[in-house]
């Protein structure tokens, strides 16, 4: 009896019908990495010997009875048979593993090549989310500690200048292809409006910039050290709000640098109102021809320093200039002696000049871009109304 429950064991062991001894039972963790597909395959296969395994048992079982009173040769090969079956179900589970280890390998693979991918990925938006965070400390009014904006240029991979420039283009759609002209800039927001920060490391020299910039209208705010950044932003966009870029006219960039005084005069309009009405009120009473003749004169002889000198900037005879300041002499009195009551006095019509050059030049930018939208875009009346005018 004992030799047939032997038998009967290692037949179900062999065909996998009963578990193998602790020490002959495979790795616990290969067995634990299988995959739910191989463990269905594994399953289909033995189902296929189900019907064979139940006739070996039945066969087992006989020949046991008959192994009590037969020789000891029979019970030898037996064993024998049941050792060879061991060896290939252990190949089989050799191949196996190897095939497990082999798609485990092939799936870390994989996974290593896509957390590259995506590191490559967190990369670009880490510099780019330092590059925005060094934009808005750059031009925050706060001071910012030398040692945070190091530590916000390296991020970013921008090297700190020692002076920068702001550029402000002529519409938001143009930022981007500012950008790729101009080397090493940063791109953020100001004051609801995309700008450009630009090194400038040699102050006095604009011409690299000028050529980058050549054939597209942009404002160009003055160089500044990096603590006054939001100075320069604030600059370009007020001239660029005081020089808007007129159509049909060569594009090209204009610099805070060319016009200090007229940002001066005009940056608080209300103020350059109350400078104007404060100087010029001796000319209120005068018709409007008789008041813009005499400022357009008196401005003439102020910036000249004489009659003849006025005259040739006006293109008019010495005797007419030497006229009409008589005339403002009777305004003013003696106040076109005194040197304070002459430098009040061409700053209030430097301004006002200034402030109407800006309207004419609003005005025509206007006009010019009514007519072309009036040009594209016919109206449905005028052209109904021609066709029953038989035009």
Same mark, same amino acid.
């Given at each position: 009896?004992?030799?047939?429950?032997r038998?009967e064991e290692?037949l179900?062991?062999?065909?996998?019908?009963?578990?193998q001894?602790?020490?002959?039972?495979?790795?616990?963790?290969?067995?634990?990495?299988?995959?739910e597909?191989?463990?269905?395959n594994?399953?289909?296969i033995?189902?296929?010997f189900d019907?064979k395994?139940?006739?070996?048992? %039945?066969?087992?079982?006989a020949? !046991?009875?008959?192994?009590e009173v037969?020789? $000891?040769? #029979?019970h @030898? *090969? +037996? &064993? %024998?048979?049941t050792?060879?079956? !061991?060896?290939?179900g252990?190949?089989?589970? $050799?191949? #196996?593993? @190897? *095939? +497990? &280890?082999e798609a485990r390998?092939?799936?870390?693979?994989?996974?290593r090549?896509e957390?590259?991918?995506e590191?490559?990925h967190e990369g670009?938006?880490e510099?780019?989310r330092?590059?925005?965070?060094l934009?808005?400390t750059l031009?925050?009014?706060r001071?910012?500690s030398?040692?945070?904006?190091?530590?916000?240029?390296e991020a970013?991979?921008?090297p700190?200048?020692l002076?920068?420039r702001?550029v402000?283009?002529?519409?938001?759609?143009?930022?981007?292809q500012?950008?790729?002209?101009l080397?090493?800039?940063l791109?953020?927001?100001?004051a609801?409006?995309?700008c450009?920060?630009?090194?400038?490391p040699?102050p006095?020299n604009?011409a690299?910039?000028?050529?980058?910039?050549?054939?597209?209208?942009a404002a160009?705010?003055?160089?500044v050290p990096?603590?006054?950044?939001?100075?320069s932003?604030?600059?370009?966009?007020?001239l660029?709000?005081?020089t808007?870029?007129?159509?049909?006219v060569?594009?090209?960039?204009v610099f805070?640098?060319d016009?200090l005084?007229t940002?001066?005069?005009?940056?608080d309009e209300?103020?350059a109102?109350a400078?104007?009405?404060?100087?010029?009120?001796?000319?209120?009473?005068?018709?409007?021809?008789?008041?813009?003749?005499l400022?357009?004169?008196l401005?003439a002889?102020?910036e000249?320093?004489?009659?003849?000198?006025a005259?040739?900037a006006?293109?008019?005879?010495p005797?007419?200039?030497?006229y009409?300041?008589?005339?403002?002499e009777k305004?003013?009195?003696t106040?076109l002696?005194d040197?304070?009551?002459?430098?009040?006095?061409?700053?209030?019509l430097?301004s006002?000049?200034l402030?109407?050059?800006?309207?004419?030049q609003?005005s025509?930018?206007?006009r010019?871009a009514?007519?072309?939208?009036?040009?594209?875009?016919?109206p449905?009346?005028v052209?109904?109304?021609?066709?029953?005018?038989?035009l």
């Amino acid at each position: 009896m004992l030799f047939r429950q032997r038998v009967e064991e290692a037949l179900l062991t062999v065909l996998g019908y009963q578990e193998q001894p602790r020490e002959q039972a495979p790795d616990e963790h290969d067995e634990q990495a299988e995959s739910e597909d191989e463990i269905e395959n594994q399953v289909k296969i033995q189902s296929q010997f189900d019907s064979k395994v139940e006739h070996e048992i %039945e066969v087992g079982i006989a020949a !046991g009875h008959e192994c009590e009173v037969t020789h $000891e040769g #029979r019970h @030898e *090969g +037996l &064993r %024998e048979e049941t050792r060879d079956q !061991g060896l290939r179900g252990g190949r089989l589970r $050799e191949v #196996r593993n @190897e *095939g +497990l &280890r082999e798609a485990r390998h092939a799936g870390l693979r994989e996974a290593r090549q896509e957390s590259r991918h995506e590191a490559r990925h967190e990369g670009v938006r880490e510099i780019d989310r330092a590059r925005h965070d060094l934009f808005k400390t750059l031009t925050d009014d706060r001071d910012a500690s030398e040692m945070s904006l190091s530590e916000l240029a390296e991020a970013a991979g921008w090297p700190l200048p020692l002076a920068v420039r702001a550029v402000v283009p002529a519409t938001p759609g143009e930022t981007q292809q500012l950008a790729a002209v101009l080397d090493h800039c940063l791109v953020g927001m100001f004051a609801g409006r995309p700008c450009l920060l630009v090194p400038s490391p040699e102050p006095d020299n604009r011409a690299p910039l000028e050529h980058l910039l050549r054939g597209r209208f942009a404002a160009v705010g003055h160089a500044v050290p990096l603590r006054d950044t939001a100075s320069s932003l604030r600059w370009a966009l007020r001239l660029a709000a005081l020089t808007p870029a007129r159509p049909g006219v060569e594009a090209r960039p204009v610099f805070v640098d060319d016009h200090l005084s007229t940002l001066l005069l005009l940056q608080d309009e209300p103020l350059a109102h109350a400078l104007a009405a404060r100087w010029l009120r001796p000319l209120a009473d005068l018709t409007p021809r008789q008041s813009e003749r005499l400022e357009v004169t008196l401005l003439a002889w102020l910036e000249g320093g004489g009659a003849p000198e006025a005259a040739k900037a006006l293109s008019v005879h010495p005797q007419t200039v030497r006229y009409r300041m008589r005339q403002l002499e009777k305004l003013f009195g003696t106040g076109l002696r005194d040197p304070r009551t002459r430098f009040e006095l061409e700053m209030a019509l430097r301004s006002r000049r200034l402030m109407a050059q800006v309207r004419r030049q609003h005005s025509r930018v206007g006009r010019r871009a009514a007519r072309v939208i009036q040009a594209d875009f016919t109206p449905v009346v005028v052209g109904r109304m021609a066709r029953v005018n038989g035009l």
